[in-house]
């Protein structure tokens, strides 16, 4: 998985370049699970958006990124720890009626996970949290551009 | 449709999250790993809507879209003002909560 290359580069920019092809390819596999619009918004939002921001900081610290070139990993045990609690939490929820999950049926409802059904459900059935979200977002940017703005 | 190994794949992102914001000490990747496990469980979130074949699913992961995408606006501007008073990315340095 091109995951781990997010947390094994040595360098941020290549992480983050790693970072892209995991999005693309949860992206391909979202169109695989027949979910075209989430698949879209996940490369809008994430590869259009958040990347974007991310290569911007990067850019913008270029210089005294140079000092992570030398930076190394925690020390082994820590290490141990980590992989450790990943492994354990993966087991944990890898319980066997995870293996018996019976196959869906290979043609879904009509529409399923269509622009028009997902807009329907979001704008009918959840609009309340669609609004709260919105608010959310926006107290997000005022935060953000705040928090940039304070320092200078 | 199977979707074991969607669930497989999920969870495997979530353990590399797990190991990269544990193990990890560049405040860039550190972040870059929350997405990671954000992005494992809109997997699993997209792979059950397709599964019971219900849309909330979908629904949810259109909402954690929209909090992730959030979180990294404020994080990142968290982080660019970090490095702006200290000039160090290491996070083991940055003890300014420290009581």
Redesign the interface.
């Known amino acids: 998985m091109a995951s781990l290359g997010v947390i094994l580069a040595r360098k941020p920019v290549h992480s983050s370049l790693f970072f892209l092809l995991t999005l693309l390819s949860l992206s391909a596999l979202y169109l695989q699970l027949s979910a075209q619009f989430i698949a879209v918004m996940q490369v809008l939002i994430y590869a259009g958006a958040i990347l974007v921001i991310f290569m911007f900081v990067i850019v913008l610290f270029q210089d005294a990124y140079q000092q992570i070139s030398q930076l190394q990993a925690k020390s082994a045990p820590l290490l141990l720890i980590a992989a450790a609690t990943a492994i354990l939490l993966t087991v944990s929820f890898l319980g066997k009626q995870l293996l018996d999950i019976t196959p869906a049926k290979a043609d879904t409802i009509e529409g399923f996970g269509s622009v028009q059904q997902l807009g329907q459900a979001l704008y009918i059935d959840f609009f309340f949290p669609f609004e709260a979200v919105i608010l959310l977002f926006l107290v997000a940017v005022v935060g953000a551009l705040y928090i940039g703005k304070r320092e200078t | 449709?199977?979707?074991?190994l969607?669930?497989f794949?999920s969870?495997?992102?979530?353990?590399?999250?797990?190991?990269?914001?544990?193990?990890?000490?560049?405040t860039?990747?550190f972040?870059?790993?929350i997405?990671?496990m954000l992005?494992a469980a809109?997997?699993l979130f997209?792979?059950f809507?397709?599964?019971?074949?219900n849309?909330?699913g979908?629904?949810w992961?259109?909402?954690v879209?929209?909090?992730?995408?959030?979180?990294?606006?404020?994080g990142?501007?968290?982080?660019?003002?970090l490095?702006?008073?200290k000039?160090?990315?290491?996070l083991?340095q940055y003890n300014v909560l420290r009581g």
């Open positions: 449709m199977d979707i074991t969607f669930i794949i969870m495997a992102m979530f353990a590399i999250g797990i190991i990269g914001v544990l193990a990890m000490r560049n860039l990747i972040f870059l790993s997405e990671l992005n809109n997997l997209v792979s809507a397709r599964h019971w074949e849309q909330t979908l629904i992961v259109f909402f879209l929209v909090v992730a995408a959030a979180e990294a606006a404020v990142l501007a968290i982080i660019i003002n490095f702006r008073s000039q160090i990315v290491d083991d």
